[in-house]
């Protein structure tokens, strides 16, 4: 599936993250006196932003039933998009509109984008669980076609015969047998290795030495600007990557700033610290959702103080879905996604309900039948309907943080005495 190009899909969140700051200012009242500074509009505005990223956490808590599920991972993702659109609207805003200290701001700056860099390759190995949710799905229809009945009224329809089951059984044997292999497997989709790369960047190149695809973002093999950030940072996963031990590199470290360095960077620090938190929170929540290599959920945040009004929000999102991960039929299973557990209840309803059927099947047993072929069709109809949206999004998270890292970058090559 071809990338697409990042500056034009970030349009409409680049305006919403203008507006926003555009919003916030017109809700502040106006100085007292000529003497009011800008370090008193950057407070209200890294405030604005850290009060607005904890309202978009507690709106996901506040829908329970759907956490977890394909719409809800979409807002998730939402969240995370106007969050950095957000973030990068007050970095900029502010970052050379007052004296700050440049050393302080650029470590913290640096520090974050190393996390950055790291959620790349975890966009990649989501994008490659969610082919292999399609490959599930292939599985279902073939069973749900098979048990299908052509009568419009399926209550009077004949009892579906040894032919249908069969093929319906060998189906989900097949999609169980697959499911089982990914698992053991840690969620390695074969040897694809590709990668979120711009339009016209389709071509691999064989890394003979390694054995391995790669696949470049920018379509550039070297040079400057933005072309050379873009540049090797999509490297797909190998065979030894391990998503758990990529959420300790993005999550592990991540302190609260100090004092001196809030004051040092008129508040900044505490907005990149809130951005390191929202990448490490969302990444964590995929990986936890979606089939990935080497899943694992032991990765935490330190203790975040109460005074970042978004601290309360986010251990309650940890502690649910660590709760529904510990539920007894969701312990082993390939992701925490709402839609692969209705897979596995579907498959294994069926599976009970034709086990050492009589054919043709007795007439009280086959509505049972029926009733578990409409929810394989629903189950179909809602991964065809959710996977595409929700891979656009990954897609869309992995180009953001490329433009942000580009962006970052690009600000950190000033001198130092640029205004």
Not at 44 to 50: C, H, K, N, V
Request: with cysteine; charged share 25%; hydrophobic share 40%.
């Amino acid at each position: 599936m071809p990338a697409t190009d990042s500056s034009s899909a970030a349009a409409p969140l680049s305006s919403f993250g203008r507006s926003f700051l555009s919003h916030r200012r017109d809700q502040i009242p106006p100085p007292p006196d000529h003497n009011h500074t800008n370090s008193s509009s950057s407070d209200l505005e890294i405030d604005a932003f850290q009060r607005h990223a904890a309202d978009l956490l507690l709106d996901l808590l506040s829908d329970s039933d759907s956490l977890l599920s394909l719409a809800w991972t979409r807002r998730l993702l939402d969240s995370f998009l106007i969050c950095i659109e957000e973030f990068r609207a007050i970095l900029f805003a502010f970052a050379d509109s007052q004296p700050l200290s440049r050393p302080t701001l650029d470590r913290l700056l640096l520090d974050f984008l190393d996390r950055a860099v790291k959620a790349l390759d975890l966009c990649n190995a989501l994008r490659d669980g969610l082919d292999l949710i399609r490959q599930w799905r292939k599985h279902l229809a073939i069973a749900a076609a098979a048990l299908s009945t052509s009568d419009p009224d399926p209550d009077h329809a004949a009892p579906r015969g040894e032919a249908q089951i069969r093929r319906a059984r060998k189906a989900l044997t097949d999609l169980t047998i697959l499911m089982l292999d990914d698992k053991d497997a840690g969620g390695v989709v074969g040897q694809r290795n590709r990668s979120f790369g711009r339009a016209g960047t389709t071509r691999d190149s064989v890394s003979h030495g390694h054995g391995h695809h790669r696949r470049s973002s920018s379509g550039g093999s070297s040079g400057s600007g933005s072309g050379s950030h873009l540049r090797s940072l999509s490297w797909s996963v190998s065979r030894t990557w391990s998503a758990s031990r990529q959420l300790q590199a993005i999550g592990g470290g991540l302190t609260v700033p100090r004092a001196n360095d809030i004051a040092a960077t008129g508040g900044l620090a505490s907005a990149i610290y809130t951005m390191g938190a929202m990448l490490f929170v969302v990444a964590w929540a995929l990986v936890a959702a979606i089939p990935c290599q080497d899943r694992g959920l032991q990765a935490h945040l330190t203790a975040v103080p109460r005074t970042f009004p978004w601290a309360g929000p986010v251990f309650t999102l940890f502690d649910r879905i660590l709760d529904e991960s510990k539920k007894k039929d969701r312990k082993h299973s390939c992701g925490l996604l709402k839609e692969i557990h209705q897979i596995e209840r579907c498959s294994r309803q069926l599976m009970e309900v034709t086990d050492a059927a009589e054919f043709p099947l007795a007439k009280e047993k086959d509505p049972e039948v029926q009733e578990a072929a409409q929810e394989l069709v629903q189950v179909c109809e809602s991964l065809k309907d959710g996977l595409d949206p929700l891979e656009r999004q990954v897609r869309e998270m992995f180009h953001r943080v490329v433009r942000t890292r580009t962006e970052i970058l690009d600000y950190l090559s000033r001198p130092h005495n640029a205004s």
